[in-house]
C-alpha cells in the first residue's frame, strides 16, 4: 500500500467547466508531483510542488494550477476545461532531500471525462 | 519529441522464461533511470532505479541494465511469472536549468506473462 490517495475516482465534466482534484502524500513526503495520462500514453507531468512551492512546470498551460498545503496535500486546478484535458490524473508524492530522484509514489489516479 | 522511448508496445512470454523490456533515451544530461509497473485502475508502481554512474542494478527477479554509450536500458524478469502481466513504463530523470528534477517517461511496454 503507497500511502497516497486521490480524489474523486471518477468525474464527468462539461467544456469550459472548471476541476479540482485532490491528492493526500504518503506519510512523510514533501514533495507532490502531477501527472496528466492520456489513453495509450505514458504519463506527462504537469508540475512538481516542493514545501508548497511550484518547483517544476511541464508543457501545460496556465488554467492548469495547483496548491500544496502545510500537510503536503495538494490540489490540481484545471480552468476552463477542453475535451483534450480528458485523462487519467495521477498524484505522486516522495521525500526529496538531496540530490538525484527518490522514487515516487503515485496514487490510484482520477478518471476525468470532458463532454 | 519523445526523449525516452520504448519501441516495444507489448510483449508475450512464457513464464518461467525472461522477459527483456528496453528503453532507449535521447538526452545525455538524464543521470537517473526508474522502472514503474502499473496494472490496470491503479496508479504506476515503483519497481527498480539506476544511477548512471552504474552499469547494472539487481533487486530479486529484476534487473536493470545500462548503457551510457548506447544511451540504451533494458529491464530483465527472470523467471518471469504471470501475476508480472502489467505495463512496465520507462522513466528517466536530469537537473534542468533550474536546478530541479523532473521524470519522462516512456510510453509503456505492455507485458504478458502467459501460463
Known amino acids: 500500500e503507497t500511502g497516497v490517495t486521490q480524489s474523486p475516482t471518477h468525474l464527468i465534466k462539461t467544456r469550459g467547466q472548471q476541476v479540482t482534484l485532490r491528492c493526500s502524500s504518503q506519510s512523510g513526503h514533501n514533495t507532490v508531483s502531477w501527472y496528466q495520462q492520456a489513453l495509450g500514453q505514458g504519463p506527462q507531468f504537469i508540475f512538481q510542488y516542493y514545501r508548497e512551492e511550484e518547483n517544476g512546470r511541464g508543457n501545460f498551460p496556465p488554467r492548469f494550477s495547483g496548491l500544496q498545503f502545510p500537510n503536503y496535500s495538494s490540489e490540481l486546478n484545471v480552468n476552463a476545461l477542453e475535451l483534450d484535458d480528458s485523462a487519467l490524473y495521477l498524484c505522486?508524492?516522495?521525500?526529496?532531500?538531496?540530490?538525484?530522484?527518490?522514487?515516487?509514489?503515485f496514487g490510484p489516479g482520477t478518471r476525468l471525462t470532458v463532454l | 519529441d519523445q526523449q525516452v522511448k520504448q519501441n516495444s508496445p507489448s510483449l508475450s512470454v512464457q513464464e518461467g522464461r525472461i522477459s527483456i523490456l528496453n528503453c532507449d533515451y535521447t538526452n545525455s544530461m538524464f543521470d537517473y533511470f526508474l522502472w514503474y509497473k502499473k496494472y490496470p485502475a491503479e496508479g504506476p508502481t515503483f519497481l527498480i532505479s539506476?544511477?548512471?554512474i552504474k552499469d547494472k542494478n539487481e533487486d530479486g527477479r529484476f534487473t536493470v541494465f545500462l548503457n551510457k554509450s548506447a544511451k540504451h536500458l533494458s529491464l530483465h524478469i527472470v523467471p518471469s511469472q504471470p501475476g508480472d502481466s502489467a505495463v512496465y513504463f520507462c522513466?528517466?530523470?536530469?537537473?534542468?536549468?533550474?536546478?530541479?528534477?523532473?521524470?519522462?517517461w516512456g510510453l509503456g511496454t505492455s507485458l504478458a506473462v502467459n501460463p
Open positions: 539506476i544511477s548512471s
Open positions: 522513466a528517466a530523470s536530469g537537473l534542468n536549468a533550474g536546478n530541479n528534477r523532473k521524470l519522462i
Open positions: 505522486a508524492s516522495s521525500f526529496y532531500g538531496g540530490p538525484g530522484p527518490i522514487a515516487q509514489y
